[in-house]
Each structure stands twice: as C-alpha cells, then as structure tokens.
C-alpha cells in the first residue's frame, strides 16, 4: 500500500491534464485531438481515484467507472464524426471544418 | 510500493508527453496504450484494483483498440506523418504550453494551500464498489446505460450514413 | 309589463344581429320585415310599457331592472341594467317610434340599394345603441350606448362608400364627436373616483351631499359631461362634422337628426341636471354656447343651397334652442323641443328625400321649383314641418315649444335678456330660411323633370309625422293660451315643479315672438317669391357675395380647424416623418452592429480555437479563486 502524501498522486493527475489539454490545443489532426481527450478524461479518473484512496470509500471509484462509460460514448460517436468529416471535407484537419465562422 | 508509484508516474508523464508529440498515429497510440497501463499500475498502488484492472481491459483494451482500428482504416500513412511535422512548428506549441502551465501552476498552488492527506488504510473491494454502484448510484449506472446507448445508436447512425453516402 | 323593458332595445339588437349574420344574402321582403318589424315591435312594447307606467306609476315614480352584472371588481360592479323614469320613457317612446316610421320610410326609399341588407342592419344597431343610451341606469352602460351611436353613425354617414368623399364625412364625423366622447370618458372617470359609483341616480345624490354648489369639482365633471354633449349634439365648436354627415342616405339624416345621435347631448345634460345645478358657471355656459350656435347655425343656413345643408344647419341651431333651454334650468322645456323638434326634423328630412328621389337625387334648391303641384304630398309634409320648424302660432307644435323655452329664458335673463334675444332674432332667421327653401323649392317654375311615384310606406310616415308636428304641442301650452301643462308635470318627478310664467307682459312677449316668426314666414314671401331686383342686386354686391361665401362654408370653422389643428398636425407629421424616437432605436441597433463588428472576428469556426478560449476562461476563474 502506498505510503506517500497523496499530494503526488493529484500532482500526477493535473500534469496529465494539462499535457492533455496542451495536446487539445496543439494539434490539427481530430485523431490526435480525440487522443488528447482521452487523456484529459484519464487524468480526471485518476483525481477520482485518489479521492477514493483518501477516504476509504468505494465512491470515488464508482464515479471512475462512469468516467469510463463516458470516455466510451465520447470515441464511439467521436470516431463516427471523424469519418464523417474525413468523407465531407477529404481531410482530418480540425482547423479546415470552420463552416461556422463568423 | 512507493518505488512502483514513482516509476510508474514518470512512465505515464513521459509516454504521454511522447503520445502527444508523434506524428505517426500508430506510434502515439502505442505510447498511449504505455501512459494508459502505467496509470492503471498507480490505480493498483492507491488500492484500487478493482480500477486498475478496467483501465487495463476497456481504456487500453477495448477504447484504444478502437482508435487503432480507426487509424488504420483512414490510412495514415507517411504522407499525413509529414504534414502532421508540419504542422506542428515550435510556434504553435508556445501558446497551449503557456495554457498548459499556468493551469499546472494554479492548481499546485491551490493543493500546496491543504493538506491532501494520506491514504486510509480501508482497503476498497471490488465488492464494496458493487455494493456502492448498484446501490445509491442506481439511478446513475441507469443514466450510463442510456448514455451508452444513445452513443451506440449515434455512432451507428453516422456510420450509416456513411456508408449510404459512399 | 314594465319589467319587459329590456326588451325594447333588444328586439332591435336581435334585428341588427340576424341581418349582419345574413350576410346580405336574405331576400329584401325578409329583410324589410326583420328591420321594420323589430322597431315596430319595439314601438308597440314601449307604447305599453308607457301606459302601464302613465295609468300605474311604480313608486317613486322610477322603474329599475338590473339584467346582470356586467363586471365586479371591489365596490366597483356595473350592471346591465335599465333605469325608466319618465324622462326616459319620453325619450323610449320617440326613439321607437320616430325611429319605426323612418325605418318604414326607409324600406321603400333605399330599395334596390346593394346594400339594403347593411343598411338596415346598421339602422336596427342604431335603434338599439340609442335606446340602451336612453334606458341605462348606469352610467357606463349608458356610455357603451354612447359609443354605439358614434359607431352607427360613422357606418351609415359613410354607407356609400365607394365615393371617398362619403367616407371623409364619415371619419370626420368620427373624430370630431371623438373629441367630445373623451371629455365624456374622463368625466366618468372623474366622476368614479371622486364618488364611487357610476350609477345615475345615485351619483346624483351623492354629487349634491358631497360637493356644494359652484365648487371646483362639480364644474370640472359638469365641464367634462359638456364636452361630451356638445361633440354628440353638434353645438359649437364641435357642430362642423353635422353638415357634412348628409353624405349619408336621407333617412340616416332622418334618425340622426330626429331620433337618435344628436339629442344623445341634450338627453346626457337633461339626465345628469343636478351636477349641472350644481355648477351654476357651467350651466351658463350651456346657454351661452346654445344661443351662439343658435344664431350661426340659422346664418349658415340662410346661405345653403343643399336642401339636405339646410335642414342640418336648421339642427344644429334647434338643439342650440334645447341647450338654451337646459342651460337656463327649463329641463322639461328642453325636452319638450326635443321632442317636438323629432316630429318635425323627422318629417321635414322625409319629405326632403322623397323630393329628392323624384328629382334625381337633386339637392339643390336652385334647380327645383314648381313642386307644390306635382308633388302635393311631399309638398304639404314640407310645408307642415317647416311651419312647425318656424313656430307658426298656435296651429303648429313647434310654436309651443319654442315659446316654452322663450319664456324660460326670460325668466333667467335677468334685466339684459341677452339670451332671450338671441332665442327671438333666430326664430326670425328660422322662419327666413325655412321658408326660402319652401318658396325655392314648391314655387315658381318647374326647372328638373319628375319622374317616378311613392308608395304607401312613404306617404304614411309623412302623414303620421304631420299630424304630430301639428298636435304633438298641445300637451304643454302657456299661461296665455290655456295653461295646459301635462308634459312638464309629468316630467316634474325628474326635474321639479316648473314655474308658470304668467302675466300681460308673458302674453305681450308670447305676440312678439309670434309675430317674429309670421314676420321672417313674410320677408321670406316678399324675398323669394316675388324676387324683386333690387334684393337680387344687393345680394350680388361684391360686400355681401364675400359674406354670404363665408356664411355657406358655416362661418368658416372648417378653415379654422384645418388652420389651428389639422395643418400644424400635419406639419409635425411631416417634420417627424422619420419618427425622433427611432433615433434612439436605431442607436442601439448600431451599438449591437459595432459590437457584432468587433466581436465576430472571434468566431473563426475553429474547434482548437474555441478550446483554447474555453482553457483561457477557465484558468482566469480559477485564478479569480487562487488569488482571493
């Protein structure tokens, strides 16, 4: 069992978050864009985890388990989009899909 | 035990660092898949196995299978690995590195304020996340489950079309 | 039987609600029964409801029924409900029945018209608008009758209304009664505030309790109530949209004129009298306003040329007599003209129509004469109605009524008998310038051929009128010629005894306005039938053709209203064309556009871009909380 404060661990997990979002908002790519989520996604399971160690309660990892199910839902619709747009535009430039602009 | 954590943190920073740097999809996944399996291994040293052990089999298994299955289908090949260089010039990093570290700084500053506190030494059972699940958060795993569903029947959807359009 | 009171103006509402759901589509023989018969009907249960109200008078002398209660907020709960005393029963009874025999003139008179159907419809609501008026027991539903009369009005003045010039009559007729209507509006406003009910007999007490007489309060409702009688009864300075509202079909003139709409303004003061006793400054006020329009309305109507002009200069300057009257407290002299002038007015715009539909629709008086031969029926109703009109003595009833309200007037004028003056030199005009009509018209040579014939439902209503312009006086005559007084005692339970004028100097003045009116019957013989050439030279003169122009476009208050209100109205208008309060509209729209400008340069449609934003807003909240 771990004996460290659990100060590391959360460190751990806002570095990951922020590598994440630092991925979100470098690249172009909506593959790399999805991955980068995914890891934004992870590192907020992980804070859960080390709430749930703090406290003994088996809450934290309850909450963990439905972060799983939306990471889930989020690639399965995210991978569906992509290759929608990859058919619509012939590219997987996320900075190409701007038909919104104002 | 802490040993573990400590070397599993730092594989987990550093692929990551490495899976968002890549230019080739395959290799980024891979490093992902490596990130993924160390932070299920600081899961397993915080006391959740139970945790530990869906990281290994529906993130680094069953998502990530997913995208490489994707990856491999939209073909990404050494032409996109170039353009992906490319676009990813040292100028365009100084911006969300700025973001990314400011956001770092915030919120060590705000832990460093508390005390986050140190384990308790109530082990977590799967069986205590069971009771916990399908007990006061019925009502949530009822919600997953549509969630899930309405993602499948999207997914489906689109790809559907897809295929119609095709 | 009196409690079927409510059925006297809801028979003919019935009448207007199936003719407007016809559609114009029924038969013109249906049309004719429902919009004749339903005032006939209405004629005959009044007529009964009188009588039961004249051989057993309910106690105290007033019947109220209430129908229902229209709404109830607080102490605030007007009903539907109708108030018959014998001043509305007065009222009841000539509505209905002048107002059947106009109708039955009317069925002959506008058949073949498109719109035969409309117009009886409009008519009925009329007939009811009016008896509603004269039957509330509340002032607001009195009020709601009010409105109707304006709103028929405006319908039947504008019923040819293809030509636009009707339709100007129309909404000119609208608007200036508008002007009176608000006054109506805001005194009833007044009125509730101040004593807390709008029921008639009622507020009357209250009034006389809480205010003393001459007080401010009093005279500002009595003013308020004013403003609303003289824009209803054409006196002045409203009286400039009756002349024009002859656009509209003869028997509409008929009613207008006789039954309904005009005398609304007599009926108003003669119901709300003891607020008027109250406000002595106000009531002087009525006399002096009825005697100005007394003499400019007769001027005005010695210079037209329009038959139909005349005979509505001739009203305006009657009701002047019955204002006068009211204004000097002869209450039941007032309403003894009123009812005597609906005789004759009646009769005399029925006659003038059945002139005109054998001549074409000419209106001009210069382009007929000769009729008396050719015309004997049209011709003796005319010339009964204008004896009556000029108050020949003692045959016709116009005489006792006018002497009524001479004498009255006398009485109150103290040493300076201005008004009284005023009452004489225009029955002198009245009897000029109804006679040139009469010697214009009957006499002299035969100038627009006649053509065509009337039937029975036009030679009856001139005949049944006739005879009441000729009888309908003898109810009420003065100390000198029998001292009958049943009209004024039978109005005494509303107004009060009224007192008999009695003495040599009575009968010496009652001579003189008999011979005033024989006097203007003769100058107009002298004048217009044997036209001597020196009268016809001096009225060419340059002096007096300018005069007698200003006197045809009736002292020329059209041109001064178009100076004083209507052109400066215009004249904001098209300063304002591009509406000063846009500007400030426009401004924010412009601040909304800059803003647009300057913040769509954020919307570039980039997914990292909002991202990265959405980071940025992030981490400035949770700095926000770091640094606190």
Partial sequence: MLTVPLLQPLLLAVLLFALGLTGVLVRRNFVFILMSIEIMLNAAGLAFIVAATRWGQADGQVMFAFILVLAASEVAVGLALILRIRHRLTTLDADAADLLRG | ?166 | ?628
């Fill in chain 3, 1 to 628: 039987m009196l409690h079927a009171i409510w059925l006297v103006p809801a028979i003919p509402l019935l009448g207007a609600v199936i003719l407007i759901i016809g559609c114009g589509r029924l038969p013109s023989l249906l049309v004719s029964i429902i919009g004749v018969g339903s005032v006939a009907l209405s004629a005959i249960i009044a007529s009964f409801i009188s009588i039961g109200f004249i051989t057993t008078p309910p106690p105290g002398n007033a019947f109220t029924i209430i129908l229902w209660h229209w709404m109830a907020i607080g102490s605030f709960s007007p009903a539907i409900g109708f108030y018959l005393d014998p001043l509305s029963l007065i009222m009841m009874l000539v509505v209905t029945i002048i107002g059947f025999f106009i109708l039955l003139y009317s069925s002959e008179f506008m058949a073949g018209d498109e719109g035969y159907s409309r117009f009886f419809a409009y008519m009925n609501l009329f007939v009811a608008a009016m008896l509603v008026l004269v039957l509330a027991r509340d002032l607001l539903f009195l009020y709601a009758g009010w409105e109707g009369v304006g709103l028929c009005s405006y319908l039947l003045i504008g019923f040819w209304y293809q030509d636009p010039a009707n339709g100007l009559a129309a909404r000119k007729a609208f608007i200036v009664t508008r002007i009176g209507d608000t006054g109506l509006m805001i005194g009833l406003f007044l009125l509730f505030t101040h004593l807390g009910t709008l029921e008639i007999q009622p507020l009357m007490l209250r009034a006389t309790q809480s205010w003393p007489a001459g007080s401010t309060m009093p005279t500002l409702a009595a003013v308020l109530i004013l403003i609303g009688a003289i824009g209803k009864s054409a006196q002045i300075p409203l009286q400039t949209w009756l002349p024009d509202a002859m656009a509209g079909p003869t028997p509409v003139s008929a009613l207008i004129h006789a039954a309904t709409m005009v005398t609304a303004g007599v009926y108003l003061i003669a119901r709300t009298h003891m607020l008027f006793a109250l406000a002595p400054a106000v009531q002087m006020a009525v006399a002096v306003i009825g005697a100005a329009t007394l003499l400019v309305a007769a001027f005005a109507a010695l210079n037209q040329h329009d038959i139909k002009r005349i005979l509505a200069y001739s009203t305006i300057s009657q009701i002047g007599y019955m204002f006068l009257a009211l204004g000097v407290g002869a209450w039941s002299a007032a309403i003894f003209h009123f009812m005597v002038h609906a005789f004759f007015k009646a009769l005399l715009f029925l006659a003038a129509g059945a002139i005109t539909m054998r001549l074409h629709h000419e209106h001009d008086i210069f382009r007929m004469g000769g009729l008396a031969r050719r015309l004997p029926v049209a011709f003796w109703s005319f010339f009964i109605g204008a004896a009556s009109l000029a108050a020949l003595p003692l045959i016709t009833a116009g005489f006792y009524s006018k002497e009524m309200i001479l004498s009255a007037t006398w009485a109150e004028g103290g040493r300076i008998p201005v008004l009284w003056a005023a009452g004489v030199i225009t029955a002198f005009l009245t009897s000029l310038y109804i006679f040139r009509a009469v010697f214009i018209v009957f006499f002299g040579d035969l100038k627009t051929p006649v053509s065509g014939h009337y039937g029975p439902r036009i030679t009856l209503p001139l005949i049944a009128l006739s005879l009441l312009a000729l009888i309908g006086g003898f109810v009420e005559t003065p100390e000198g010629l029998g001292g009958i007084t049943l009209f004024s005692k039978f109005l005494a339970s509303v107004f009060g005894e009224a007192p008999v004028v009695s003495g040599s100097a009575a009968n010496l003045r009652l001579l003189a306005a008999s011979l005033v009116s024989l006097a203007g019957a003769g100058l107009a013989y002298a004048l217009y039938m044997r036209s001597s050439p020196r009268f016809t030279a001096w009225a060419a003169t340059p002096a007096v053709l300018g005069w007698r122009r200003f006197l045809f476009t009736g002292w020329g208050f059209d041109r001064l209203y178009n100076a004083l209100a209507v052109r400066p109205f215009l004249a904001i208008v098209r300063v304002n064309r591009n509406d000063a309060v846009d500007y400030v509209y426009q401004i924010i729209a412009l601040t909304c556009r800059m803003a647009h400008q300057f913040l769509h340069q954020s919307q570039t449609g980039r997914i990292r871009w909002y991202a990265g934003w959405l980071a940025a807003g992030s981490l400035v909240t949770i700095a926000i909380s770091v640094l606190q």
């Fill in chain 2, 1 to 166: 035990m802490n040993d573990a954590f400590y070397v599993a943190s730092g594989i987990a920073v550093l692929s990551t660092a490495l899976a968002i740097t890549r230019a080739n999809g395959v290799h980024a996944l891979l490093y992902l898949v490596i990130s993924l399996l160390a932070v299920a291994l600081v899961f397993y040293t915080l006391g959740a196995a139970f945790a530990a052990a869906l990281e290994v089999i529906v993130y680094a298994g069953a998502i990530i299978v997913l995208m490489v299955f994707l990856v491999m289908m939209l073909n990404l090949g050494g032409a996109a690995a170039a353009r992906e260089t490319q676009w990813m010039k040292p100028r365009v990093w100084i911006g969300p590195a700025i973001l990314g570290i400011v956001l770092e700084a915030e919120i060590v500053s705000i832990l460093a304020r508390g005390d986050a506190g140190v384990p308790s030494l109530a082990v977590i059972l799967p069986r205590d996340v069971g009771i916990a699940m399908f007990g006061p958060y019925l009502l949530c795993v009822e919600l997953a489950s549509m969630l899930l569903l309405a993602a499948l029947a999207g997914a489906y959807r689109l790809a559907y079309l897809e295929r119609a359009e095709g």
